[in-house]
């Protein structure tokens, strides 16, 4: 099992930028494929970003790509992602994810553990 703990969220206006950061505890964070989720108030949480196990495959969800990047540093055993040109619609919690495999997860039950989410707030 990993835990997972991400920082980075604030209150930005649209257009600017964040990085949240996910640090896993725990061992082989290497072998776990890396997603981030986010939940807007009264809707159902979704998939922004994942990333497999060495970094060398990614999925954005459709309305962050070409602004939002996911990254790993296995030897930091830290996930990230950069979200550029926010919008007021990305305004949500932000929730890290692992799944135990090398393989993309795309939905909640592909990934067992997770974060206690960081606030995002972006207004217009």
């Known amino acids: 099992q990993v835990q997972l703990v991400e920082s980075g969220g604030g209150l930005v206006q649209a257009g600017a930028s964040l990085r949240l950061s996910c640090a896993a505890s725990g061992r082989a964070f290497s072998s776990y494929t890396m997603g981030w989720f986010r939940q807007a108030p009264e809707k159902e949480r979704e998939l922004v970003a994942t990333i497999n196990s060495n970094g060398a495959n990614t999925y954005y969800a459709d309305s962050v790509k070409g602004r939002f990047t996911i990254s790993r540093d296995n030897a930091k055993n830290t996930v990230y992602l950069q979200m550029n040109s926010l919008k007021p619609e990305d305004t949500a919690v932000y929730y890290c994810?692992?799944?135990?495999?090398?393989?993309?997860?795309?939905?909640?039950?592909?990934?067992?553990?997770w974060g206690q989410g960081t606030q995002v707030t972006v207004s217009s």
């Open positions: 994810a692992a799944r135990w495999s090398y393989g993309l997860g795309y939905i909640e039950s592909d990934f067992g553990s």
